[in-house]
């Protein structure tokens, strides 16, 4: 049986402007379900998943919170995140007709202490808020804020994921039959000292590395958009069905949009030779046909 990592995009978990409500995760949850318990009878399944708005609510309720207790480092909170959004995912799968067993696996990631993401902030977390309150967020909470489309969001450091900590465990359980999610929200960022980082991962990288140590023999990034577009947002617009990824690298920039995701699924190809595919989660199985979203591979 073949190996495939799938990432899931905050779609699939949150809609863009929804309340962050257990009812409402649970509800977009739900709508993925269907088709990664499809997945998970052909292939052995790992799954990965963004946790921007729940890292950033969960840090909104520290700073709710008036005793005389420190807000909790990023660290800490990517880890609450990791094992609310992994139990969520794994209560709902573990339900379908003929499911493999379902384990999340608490993985932290390694990240290098003199990464220039720590020096400037780009990963969107949190919930979007109108432009005209930039000066007063940055004021009263210490944040920077940047301009996400029309809406106005915090961002943290996103260092570059180095090393999967736990892969050892991943792999042990995918060779047991196991539907793994693991490296929720990008993994916990841990420096080489063994101290937590004041960041966030990338989910999409850290899916890359991921599908990489272990030898995946596809990665599927699953995001808004149904494929990589070629000239977006003009009457020429269109999809592009199949590239290579010297094709795609005007593509890869740190746009904070599809560019990650493209030098996610980039830099996999070009090491494994293997793979990937970007589209959307309601298309999953057209996209692995070649019937919709985008495949970078090689040829």
Known sequence: ????????????????GEALTVEN?????DSAVPALARLAKHYRLAIVHGNGPQVGLLALQNLAYQESVAPYPLDVLVAESQ???GYML??????EADMP???TVMTRIAVAKDDPAFSTPEKFIGPVYAPEQQTQLEACHGWTMKRDGKHLRRVVPSPLPQQIMDINAIELLLQAGHVVICSGGGGVPVLESGAGAEAVI???LAAALLAERIQADGLVI?????????????PQQRAIRQATPQELAPFAKADGAMGPKVAAVSGYVTRLGKPAWIGALSRIEETLAGQAGTCISLE
């Open 1 to 16: 049986m073949k190996t495939l990592v799938v990432a899931l995009g905050g779609n699939a978990l949150l809609q863009r």
């Open 25 to 29: 995760q649970y509800r977009n949850i």
């Open 83 to 85: 094992g609310m959004i």
């Open 90 to 95: 794994a209560q709902r799968l573990s339900t």
């Open 101 to 103: 067993p379902v384990t």
């Open 202 to 204: 990338d989910k999409d």
């Open 222 to 234: 699953l995001t808004d958009a149904d494929a990589v577009y070629q000239h977006w947002g003009t």
